[in-house]
């Protein structure tokens, strides 16, 4: 499985890197397939078309550090891109934790005691396994899902009242794939997030097309705008930060930049959602 995975992410790229990009010449020949040629690939990173044949048919599994680093300059892979090459080629991966859905009372402490902070706690696969006030105001309530449902990109995907919550829906969720691809890559064998790219597969065109896409993405700092029903457009940072004592664990917040219309919207949002009884 793994070796075919490597061959597949390496195709994708090849395929996705414009010739002249990688400093190639424009030699004459019609091209056939887009992006590098198979003995392209091999000039630019010091191998044989051969191993390049191999690897991309899945038939190499024993890779080096220095072909893989020469595969990842010559295909210009960005960092992320390159952290992943590497975990798609290690023939003994280091043993991972699973991801933990326990989260510990301070952690939930800390979400109820942010109540001007939307903030969640999600594992590996992007499930929500805690939450506070604030991020049931922006985001709905988790708590009236069923447990199997409360995944971000299952969410965004397959539900159409949060996909519509989403200002720029083909951003989110081809992030959201590179997202799901990268944890897929770092833990193959965890057979809850293999059902969940199968049934995402199955039933959203969108998402097969960006998975066979093979881009891929790790935890950074990200800026999302929210369509709200009530509060209209809120732009918001989103910060994430690993849970050192909860390996997979990480803690997700929302902030407005101050003095905002954003954070002025957030307010009245917070404040709505606070006086059911009013309404």
Known sequence: ?????????LRARRAALDPRRAG????????????LRRE????????SIDYVVRLEQGRTRRVSRAVLDALA????????????LFTLADVAPETRAPA???VAGPLRQLLDGMPDV?????NRR???LAWNRAAVALLGDFGARPPAERNLIRLTFLDEDYRARYADWPRAAGACVEVLRMEAGRDPADPVLAALVRELLEKDADFRLWWDSHQVRGARELTKTYRHPVAGPVTLDVQ???VETHPGQRLVAYTAEPGSPSEEALRFLLQWSAEPAER
């Not at 499985?1 to 992410?9: C, R, Y």
């Not at 939307?118 to 999600?122: E, H, I, K, S």
């Open 1 to 9: 499985m793994a070796g075919t995975e490597l061959g597949e992410f």
């Open 126 to 128: 992007q499930d929500v």
């Open 100 to 102: 933990g859905d326990t």
């Open 118 to 122: 939307p903030a969640m706690v999600l």
């Open 240 to 242: 994430q930060f690993a």
């Open 24 to 35: 190639l010449p424009d030699d004459g020949r019609l091209r056939r397939v887009p992006g």
């Open 40 to 47: 392209e690939l091999a000039q630019l990173a010091h191998i």
């Open 73 to 84: 300059d010559a295909l210009r892979l960005a960092p992320d891109e390159r952290a992943y």
